[in-house]
């Protein structure tokens, strides 16, 4: 038998023009590409770890960073829309209280609010994504769902600074 490149070309490759995800909740997401795109079935890469002569250029690190931020949004997007979440809210930390540009101490003090808010309401619904502000300072956005927890809800984000009531001094 004869190695035929083109017939191992096709095995490993998938032409296809739509995507269909079905998110388990009833909502199903459709896409219909004009232009047929190419998914690879296999890869002919080495799949090995880096050793010690790897390199790896600025452009090629940028564009890996550029694939995985996709990936990353594509997978929050995704959980956002596979889940009935009610409330949108941010969680600022004060810098007067807090080392806000410490995401360590920041991602502690997040768990604090967490597991308190988990005693007080029982467990709840969530996806949280931390974020740097321009300032350096982390802030964490959350998406809610079934927690009964008293909201306020923001009619101008600019004069509503307490998105949840709370007597405790590190939520704002």
């Known amino acids: 038998m004869e190695f035929n490149k083109d017939d191992y070309k096709e095995q490993i490759l998938e032409e296809y023009n ?57 997978k929050i997007r995704d959980y956002a829309l596979a889940n009935d979440f009610k409330w949108f809210t941010t969680l600022t930390i004060d810098p007067k209280l807090h080392d806000s540009l410490d995401y360590d101490s920041s991602k502690d003090l997040l768990l604090k609010w967490y597991r308190k808010i988990r005693d007080r309401y029982g467990n709840f ?43 405790e001094k590190y939520t704002t």
Do not use: C, W
């Open 18 to 74: 739509q995507k269909i995800v079905d998110f388990g909740n009833g909502m199903v997401e459709i896409t219909v590409y004009h232009d047929y795109q190419i998914r690879q079935l296999v890869s002919m890469k080495h799949k090995g770890g880096a050793t010690d002569n790897s390199e790896i250029s600025d452009e090629a690190q940028e564009e890996r960073t550029k694939k995985q931020s996709y990936a990353i949004k594509r």
């Open 125 to 167: 619904d969530y996806l949280i994504v931390p974020e740097l502000h321009k300032s350096g300072a982390v802030h964490f956005h959350f998406l809610l769902g079934n927690i009964p927890a008293n909201f306020i809800e923001a009619k101008n984000l600019k004069q509503v600074r307490h998105f949840y009531e709370t007597n």
